[in-house]
């Protein structure tokens, strides 16, 4: 069982690519959540989404588009890339809203 | 909103006993978590408290006060391999909320 799997690991991107992140669980967890890690400010929810088919926005959403057309993909996009997107990603799962989560490894992501 | 606050950085020497601690402010609070995140790795789950009281999980213990708005992690037997991130999370207005973590150095 691999849990979750995030890819690519690295990515460097230029300023206003389009970009997808993509996140697979293998738990049958419901809710899944996409967090972004920053020196100083620790973990902050960009999107979450409770169950397949509907998604919310957390805490910093802004540049950034979730889908969720099943259980196990939870795949997050930026349409135009800016450097303060320059960020660790982590997409992490768990089997209801109040349970633990369980993160996967992150994808580093750098905007020039 | 939410707000928790955790001391930035503590070092402490192998075979030692660390305490980790975490206040908090949130209205409808339903849960707290401790996870811990080496360098470069993803966090992973350490203890859950939900009720007041202390949750003793080998070396690693955990305590809540509700009333308080206040938990500790406590690491006993320290080993080089807990230096490490130590990050509280808060789950109220039904969502999760971590702190910054607390970076714990261990030396020989």
């Known amino acids: 069982i691999a849990g979750i799997t995030q890819a690519p690991t690295s990515q460097i991107l230029a300023a206003g690519r389009r970009m997808t992140l993509r996140c697979t669980q293998d738990?049958?967890?419901?809710?899944m959540y996409w967090y972004r890690q920053d020196l100083g400010l620790g973990l902050r929810l960009i999107h979450y989404?409770?169950?397949?088919?509907?998604?919310g926005k957390g805490e910093v959403p802004d540049g950034y588009s979730v889908s969720r057309a099943n259980t196990d993909d939870f795949p997050l996009t930026l349409a135009s890339a800016v450097p303060s997107q320059t960020s660790v990603y982590f997409c992490?799962?768990?089997?209801?809203?109040?349970?633990?989560?369980?993160f996967g490894p992150g994808t580093r992501l750098t905007v020039l | 909103g939410q707000n928790i606050d955790q001391p930035t950085e503590m070092t402490a020497t192998e075979g030692a006993i660390v305490q980790i601690n975490c206040t908090y402010q949130t209205s409808g609070f339903n849960g707290l978590f401790w996870y811990q995140q080496h360098a470069g790795e993803a966090p992973t789950f350490l203890s859950y408290n939900v009720l007041d009281g202390l949750e003793e999980k080998g070396r690693f213990s955990s305590f809540l006060s509700r009333s308080k708005g206040y938990s500790y992690l406590l690491l006993k037997e320290l080993q080089m391999k807990d230096s490490a991130s130590y990050l509280c999370a808060v789950f109220g207005n039904n969502r999760l909320a971590f702190g910054k973590g607390n970076q714990v150095v261990v030396i020989p």
């Open positions: 992490a799962s768990s089997d209801s809203d109040r349970d633990t989560q369980y």
């Open positions: 989404s409770n169950t397949a088919g509907t998604t």
């Open positions: 738990m049958r967890h419901n809710a």
